[in-house]
């Protein structure tokens, strides 16, 4: 594999060729595009869950409501 470090002698490294450097930027703008698709699907989701939520209507005794490990301590 094709390092991108920069060469000994202070320039960049004569064994990366313009076509890996070109694939490389390609494969990154590809797995953006991917990340965005995804973060949008779960946004989705969770937008759905928020819009389908039927919880019970919290208590107004001015106490937090009890969780089942309240009494584990």
Do not use: F, N
């Not at 004569?14 to 930027?25: F, G, H």
């Not at 953006?32 to 919880?55: F, N, P, S, Y």
């Amino acid at each position: 594999m094709a390092s991108i470090t920069d060469h000994e002698e202070g320039g960049p490294d004569p064994c990366v060729s313009s076509k890996d450097l070109t694939k490389l930027a390609g494969d990154l703008g590809e797995m953006q595009d991917h990340l965005a698709k995804q973060v949008k699907r779960m946004d989705e989701i969770v937008d759905r869950i928020e819009t389908g939520w039927r919880g019970p209507a919290p208590r107004r005794t001015g106490r937090p409501p009890r969780t089942p490990y309240a009494s584990v301590k």
